[in-house]
């Protein structure tokens, strides 16, 4: 029911930018259907393979259902312009596209559209994906800078080992901490006892890990220094029987002794 419900929104996403054009049922049935089918693989396939691989955590499935289906709805927006002509319009397809309005000051008045360029159909396709095109670059962009942003370390709440480089892609801090408002936010402190609890757990959870760290860490620096592998117990050699056979000759000479 869930990916029935977001490849609606997805279809609805995808419409958009050719929803001003005369796409008829059939077209926007199409560009509907294909884009649910895209919201619905991201959803099952592609978030989980990005979440596996480079860490990627999307919460809201904005991927899923603004970006793909946004990039296809760029796309159709793209192939509906080029198939825009004024055997479809009229002569009042400047007033969809102002580019595309007649350049005659006189004959744009008597349409009632501003003066254009004269831009072809084909020209104007090629606008979209150029804009397309930007739009990525300027998100895409942006995304990579306000990421670096939010995870320089002083930003980021949790131990100084458990948080990632500026750089590193797909990594931030500990994700005990990624849905605690309180880390990141001023909030109002009217915590219930379960609250309370669960924050306790994991204040304890925080301290483990920190002992964690610092133990192995000592365990490292040991391995350095002896050589010693720290998960290998070393091996203490015995000889149970000649030991027995000693302590068996000592007596011996006692009770002789103490008979003489």
């Known amino acids: 029911m869930v990916s029935i419900q977001n490849a609606t929104l997805a279809g609805g996403v995808a419409v958009g930018s050719s929803s001003d054009l005369v796409i008829g049922p059939s077209g926007a049935m199409l560009i509907g259907l294909v884009a649910g089918i895209v919201s619905v693989f991201g959803y099952e396939k592609v978030q989980p393979f990005l979440a596996r691989k480079i860490g990627l955590d999307d919460t809201c499935g904005?991927?899923?259902?603004?970006?793909?289906?946004g990039i296809l709805?760029?796309?159709?927006g793209a192939i509906s312009a080029m198939?825009?002509?004024?055997?479809l319009y009229g002569d009042t397809v400047g007033k969809v596209f102002p580019a595309r309005a007649t350049s005659n000051s006189t004959l744009a008045a008597l349409l009632g559209v501003s003066t254009g360029t004269d831009r072809t159909a084909e020209e104007q396709a090629g606008y979209q994906i150029a804009a397309l095109v930007v739009t990525l670059a300027i998100s895409i962009g942006g995304g990579m800078i306000t990421g670096m942003i939010v995870k320089l370390p002083i930003f980021l709440p949790g131990?100084?080992?458990?948080?990632?480089g500026w750089c590193e892609c797909g990594k931030s801090t500990h994700e005990d901490y990624w849905y605690e408002d309180e880390y990141y936010w001023n909030v109002e402190e009217e915590n219930t006892e379960e609250?309370?609890?669960?924050?306790?757990l994991l204040s304890q959870e925080r301290l483990k890990r920190s002992l964690d760290f610092e133990i192995s860490k000592l365990e490292s620096q040991r391995e350095a220094l002896?050589?010693?592998d720290p998960d290998v117990t070393p091996a203490?050699?015995?000889?149970?029987?000649?030991?027995?056979?000693?302590?068996?000759?000592?007596?011996?000479q006692q009770g002789k002794g103490q008979k003489s």
Not at 159 to 164: D, G, Q, S, V
Not at 195 to 200: A, L
Request: aromatic share 2%; charged share 25%; net charge negative.
């Open 159 to 164: 131990l100084a080992e458990e948080k990632a």
């Open 226 to 228: 002896f050589g010693v």
């Open 62 to 69: 904005v991927h899923n259902l603004h970006g793909m289906p």
């Open 83 to 87: 198939s825009a002509g004024n055997e």
């Open 73 to 76: 709805g760029a796309v159709a």
């Open 195 to 200: 609250e309370h609890e669960k924050e306790q």
């Open 236 to 252: 203490v050699a015995t000889n149970t029987t000649e030991d027995d056979n000693n302590i068996e000759l000592v007596n011996n």
